[in-house]
């Protein structure tokens, strides 16, 4: 008697592992770039535009004659990627890109934001400057920089924290999705993730994180627990694209390098009204979805009042 055929298992698809990956780790990184040729061919048209060298930034006196620290960032009608916006459709149309976006927010997700984002090394940040945000947490730029150049998000150096900092009261049914426009190393202010972050939903910032191995953190986050958690540095070459849950702990320290890194960040929301991945993965979560607080690391007036950096310990 011949033995009946097994029926194979359904095959394992890319929206399967984003779900899957977002679930265990609060992130995926794709194996497939966007196109690397598209990716330089931008990144040499906005180094056209200007020197990411000191020439960004005010003197000392200027900055302290009207001091600004919010409302620095880009902004619509003040955002370097207007300018280029038929040219980014290497990310934003790439198959691969879209099928994990898709799985996760649905077919009729939004883009929230999108915008350059640039690791200033430390040749081009002036030494008053440094003297300055030694050991700020949040070392932001756009405060210094003069107002020409603020249609780019400048950084030198960010503690751990969740993308969901940004969007007080709102539940995290969104993602961030970044792509590196040159090769990163670990001296060009990769990014770090911690890996399972998520799972303890949001918390306010900054984190209560303690080191306890070559890649391990403690991560406590009060009543929702506590959990070990993985860090993870990405690494990767030109068309690199990897996208985490807003409540995944990120960070990064300084550039290293003799060079700015230039990526392009996006932050992509749901919309639809049906079930989708985002509603699995938060089912998952033990701590809150949203916050009405999200930091108490600045004053009233945007400057910060905590000095502690617990990624440069990374």
Known sequence: MTAMAQPKAPAWTLSDQVVSDFIRDGAHVFQDRVDPAAAAELLAEIR??????????????????????????????????????????????????????????????????????????????????????????????????????RDVTYFYGIDFHQDLIDFKDREADFLTLYIYLHPVTKADAPLYLLDGSHRLGGSIFPHDLTRTGPDTWV???????????????????????????????????????????????????????????????????TGPLSLTATRKDLDASGAAVIRQNTVLKA
Request: negative net charge; hydrophobic residues 35%.
């Open 48 to 149: 056209a535009l200007r020197r990411f060298d000191d020439s960004l930034f005010l003197s000392e006196g200027e900055f302290d004659a009207d001091p600004q620290y919010t409302g620095v960032n880009p902004m619509p009608g003040r955002n370097l990627l207007e300018r280029f916006e038929e040219r980014l459709g290497f990310v934003e149309r790439a198959p691969h890109i879209v099928e994990a976006i898709t799985a996760l927010l649905g077919e009729d997700y939004e883009i929230l934001n999108k915008k350059v984002v640039c690791g200033v090394p430390a040749k081009s940040v002036p030494e008053w400057l440094r003297r300055r945000i030694h050991g700020n947490p949040v070392n932001n730029l756009g405060a210094y920089v003069r107002p020409e150049y």
């Open 219 to 285: 991560y406590d986050n009060g009543a929702c627990g506590k959990a070990t958690v993985r860090q993870r540095i990405l690494t990767g070459d030109t068309g690199f694209a990897g996208m985490w849950h807003a409540c995944t702990l990120h960070g990064t320290q300084p550039d290293a390098a003799d060079h700015e890194r230039i990526s392009l960040r996006y932050l992509i929301g749901k919309i639809s009204a049906k079930a989708v991945g985002m509603d699995t993965v938060n089912a998952t979560l």
